[in-house]
Nanobody, 124 residues
Framework: QVQLVESGGGLVQAGGSLRLSCAAS????????MGWFRQAPGKEREFVAR????????YYADSVKGRFTISRDNAKTTVYLQMNSLKPEDTAVYYC?????????????????WGQGTQVTVSA
């Protein structure tokens, strides 16, 4: 059983930056592909970014490409999401996700473990 705990959310003005962290425990971290999803009020949870087990491959949703960067530190069993040039439409609860499946992480149905979520609010 893997436990994921996010931190780093908060309130920021448009154009600002935040760095989210997700600390994992209870499993072999390097065996899991990791990702970030987000859910805005009244909307479905959506994919944001993923990173491979080794950290060598990353993939982003078009809406965040060029602004967000996902990374991981397997020694610290932590995955990060650096968010720059934030926009009001980035406002959402951000969730850390883990999967041991081979298929690249892209949808909520592929996720085996979720964090509790951290709120990100971007003011105009």
């Amino acid at each position: 059983q893997v436990q994921l705990v996010e931190s780093g959310g908060g309130l920021v003005q448009a154009g600002g930056s935040l760095r989210l962290s997700c600390a994992a425990s209870g499993g072999t971290f390097s065996m899991y592909s990791m990702g970030w999803f987000r859910q805005a009020p009244g909307k479905e949870r959506e994919f944001v970014a993923r990173i491979s087990r080794s950290g060598s491959n990353t993939y982003y949703a078009d809406s965040v490409k060029g602004r967000f960067t996902i990374s991981r530190d397997n020694a610290k069993t932590t995955v990060y999401l650096q968010m720059n040039s934030l926009k009001p439409e980035d406002t959402a609860v951000y969730y850390c996700a883990a999967t041991s499946r081979i298929t690249p992480l892209r949808t909520s149905t592929q996720v085996e473990y979720w964090g509790q979520g951290t709120q990100v609010t971007v003011s105009a």
